[in-house]
């Protein structure tokens, strides 16, 4: 299923036509939740990738075996993707482990009643901006843009493949999605302090790990660990389908790489928009890495 020019639009949101269709999305609206489910739930280019190797590796107590030979989108598949159903129903693994793009307002009331563990991942908007951006370039089923001008303006306004990064943020992290078993993780708090991630995730799924498996689950899900994992890094899709000689997937993993590609006019435009539309949103965002002084002062 090819359809790389095609763009379903879904309740005015866009997605590539290469993975969803009407069908596909309508389904995932009335997927039957079941208790033991982990949802992982994430605006693109904010973490996902880092967070299915971390619930992968949590639940197979730091064994690297699944991560290392079935690649994470069997292991933990889109729902609203096409081939979802049929990967879910082949699979054996238990739990089982979903991921989803799809915002609050329509994926919510799905959730309504289950007792599934929602694990929502964000990262501050710059840093998403500029990596979605790079992953325009490379995956031939996103729309090009001339200059990342015209892509950040995109940004701002909502009107992206996968809709607004404002609205997505705010659904999840409002009142109306603030229950018992939902966790949100930071993708700073990761590559600040991932073993300190795992941990959480670790007990928000019960699934209390020894010292040696947390720190075989660090190493396993470190940044460089997996940009060199077939199973994760991408590489094993088709060039017709991603052009991999433009940029790969995972690319720096830095915080405050936003630094390399915003003009200052364009940072204060952001976190102009930023207050407006996320007043009432009680999130606060790492823009970059600690002062190297901060971070080596004990030594």
């Known amino acids: 299923m090819a359809r790389l020019d095609v763009t379903e639009l879904f309740h005015g949101i866009s997605f590539p036509g290469h993975l969803h269709t009407q069908d596909s999305l309508q389904r995932a609206l009335e997927f039957q939740f079941e208790d033991t489910d982990i949802l992982i739930v994430s605006y693109p280019k904010s973490g996902t990738t880092w967070m299915q190797e971390i619930v992968t590796l949590v639940s197979s107590r730091g064994d690297p075996h699944l991560s290392n030979t079935i690649p994470n989108w069997t292991r933990a598949p889109w729902l609203e993707h096409y081939y979802s159903a049929e990967v879910l129903e082949a699979s054996s693994l238990a739990p089982r482990v979903i991921t989803t793009h799809l915002p609050h307002h329509l994926l919510g009331p799905a959730l309504q009643g289950s007792k599934a563990k929602v694990i929502y991942v964000s990262r501050n908007p710059k840093d998403v901006a500029v990596s979605f951006y790079h992953f325009h370039k490379v995956a031939h089923f996103l729309p090009e843009f001339g200059s990342f001008t015209e892509f950040l303006h995109r940004f701002l306004e909502g009107t992206l493949h996968f809709g607004s990064w404002f609205d997505h943020v705010k659904g999840w992290a409002s009142p109306a999605a603030a229950v018992s078993n939902r966790l949100h993780v930071t993708y700073e708090e990761m590559s600040l302090d991932l073993l300190g991630a795992i941990k959480r995730v670790s007990s928000f799924l019960q699934c209390p790990l020894v010292e040696e498996e ?77 002062d190297e002084e901060e971070a080596h002062g004990d030594e």
């Open 214 to 290: 947390l720190n075989n689950c660090g190493r396993h899900c470190s940044f460089n660990s997996m940009k060199k994992n077939k199973m994760v890094n991408y590489t094993s899709v088709p060039e017709e389908v991603m052009d991999h000689s433009k940029g790969s997937f995972m690319r720096k993993g830095k915080i405050g790489d936003w630094k390399n590609t915003f003009t200052e006019e364009q940072s204060q435009y952001l976190e102009d928009i930023l207050s407006s539309k996320m007043e009432d949103c009680p999130l606060e965002f790492v823009w970059e890495e600690p």
